[in-house]
């Protein structure tokens, strides 16, 4: 068995510096923004972790939306966001580790984060996540719905372990094949709405 990468600041920092992101689509994922644009509460306090460049971020302000929280583990993405944001008194940048928060948020909002662990850690994920949201907070977003194959991320997943990680601490509301993905993501991404028990 191929040795477990150490998926560390130093891992992320490094595809940055080496401008291998491609993760990136250059947009918000249309599934979330379609969601975002009917949620009522301008005010949830939001979570974007691994948010890279938070696109999500930028259409979250542009449609209202007052109190959002970025992280993200490599210096350089976060700095880009400092002074992207400069001036954005809405969104808050912290450059750090998920697993260290201990905030409350209403909404976690998953694109491209979860698929960076390896698939025997996400259980932790699911139950950090879970501690980071309030009552009846949820977690919406996309998950691939594809193996990839791969020692390294993104790593894939499908319906059926997605359901076994979160159900312990989530209700299942929706996991439902994505509609309206970019075109080189169709047919493999799931929309997910999870409320925590």
């Not at 979330?32 to 930028?58: R, T």
């Not at 259409?59 to 209202?64: A, C, K, P, Y």
């Not at 491209?112 to 390896?118: A, I, L």
Request: glycine content about 6%.
């Amino acid at each position: 068995m191929q040795e477990k990468i150490e998926l560390n600041q130093d891992f992320w920092n490094g595809l940055w510096k080496n401008s291998l992101t491609g993760w990136d689509i250059g947009a918000a994922s249309p599934p979330i923004s379609e969601f975002m644009n009917q949620y009522p509460d301008k005010d949830a306090k939001i979570l974007i972790p691994g948010c890279g460049n938070a696109y999500e971020a930028d259409f979250l302000v542009s449609n209202g939306f007052t109190n959002i929280t970025l992280i993200d583990i490599a210096p350089i993405a976060a700095e880009n966001l400092k002074n992207k944001f400069l001036n954005t008194p809405q969104i808050h940048v912290i450059c750090g580790d998920f697993y260290q928060l201990e905030d409350q948020y209403d909404i976690i909002i998953e694109q491209t984060f979860f698929c960076t662990f390896y698939p025997e850690d996400r259980r932790n994920y699911a139950s950090k996540a879970a501690s980071l949201l309030k009552e009846n907070g949820e977690i919406i977003g996309v998950l691939f719905d594809r193996e990839f194959g791969n020692s390294h991320p993104p790593f894939g997943g499908n319906k059926a372990d997605y359901i076994q990680i979160f159900s312990e601490y989530f209700d299942i509301i929706k996991i439902e094949k994505c509609y309206n993905s970019i075109s080189p993501r169709a047919n493999s991404e799931l929309f997910i709405r999870l409320r925590k028990k």
